[in-house]
């Protein structure tokens, strides 16, 4: 099995996509430099596989990048693409109750996530589903905020976290 990368230039800076034939693996800030060996550990825990990755541009990377440019400039509100996630089954629940019930423009707390993932008591677990999200932008971890409505920390920095609410909630 081939796995392709390709970095994705955007106003927050490179996103590193990695990807299979037919779907993606991973999505995060950063440059095929510092995130490519996050990229491969993900591949050989998650797939046990030891991969081999080019830097060839596969249907599915350039329409990731096509949604990605599409999102940055006002014209997409959600993506299309396949993805499957890989973590354990609680974070799994939790990205996948994020990616369905967080809408563009919306925030949600914490809290609220951990209630609607199915364990109101789980908030610090939520964060840390949070800190893992392998799909940057595309699973909106940007939008889960404190329970005040304080910007909370993001991996990819809190600045980068206002810029997304920003462009979200600007007409």
């Given at each position: 099995?081939?796995?392709?990368?390709?970095?994705?230039?955007?106003?927050l800076?490179p996103?590193?996509?990695?990807?299979?034939?037919?779907?993606?693996?991973?999505?995060?800030?950063?440059?095929?430099e510092?995130?490519g060996?996050?990229?491969?550990?993900?591949?050989?825990?998650?797939?046990?596989?030891?991969?081999?990755?080019?830097?060839?541009d596969?249907?599915?990377?350039?329409?990731?990048?096509?949604q990605?440019?599409?999102?940055?400039?006002?014209?997409?509100?959600?993506?299309?693409?396949?993805?499957?996630?890989?973590?354990?089954?609680f974070?799994?629940?939790?990205?996948?109750?994020?990616a369905?019930?967080?809408?563009?423009?919306?925030?949600?707390?914490?809290?609220?996530?951990?209630?609607?993932?199915g364990n109101?008591?789980?908030?610090?677990?939520?964060?840390?589903a949070m800190?893992?999200?392998?799909?940057?932008?595309?699973?909106?971890?940007?939008?889960?905020?404190?329970?005040?409505?304080?910007l909370?920390?993001?991996?990819?920095?809190?600045?980068?976290k206002?810029?997304?609410?920003?462009?979200?909630?600007?007409?």
């Amino acid at each position: 099995m081939e796995f392709h990368q390709k970095e994705i230039v955007t106003p927050l800076g490179p996103i590193l996509a990695t990807a299979d034939e037919e779907k993606l693996l991973r999505l995060d800030y950063g440059d095929a430099e510092e995130k490519g060996d996050l990229h491969k550990k993900h591949i050989r825990a998650f797939l046990d596989k030891h991969p081999v990755i080019d830097n060839g541009d596969t249907e599915l990377l350039k329409e990731t990048e096509k949604q990605l440019q599409e999102y940055f400039q006002g014209e997409r509100r959600s993506f299309d693409l396949p993805y499957e996630f890989h973590g354990t089954a609680f974070q799994k629940n939790v990205w996948k109750t994020l990616a369905s019930e967080v809408q563009f423009g919306e925030t949600c707390s914490y809290k609220e996530l951990a209630k609607n993932a199915g364990n109101e008591k789980a908030v610090r677990a939520i964060g840390g589903a949070m800190n893992k999200n392998p799909f940057s932008v595309i699973v909106p971890c940007h939008r889960v905020v404190g329970h005040t409505g304080k910007l909370t920390g993001y991996g990819g920095g809190v600045d980068k976290k206002v810029y997304l609410l920003e462009l979200e909630t600007t007409p």
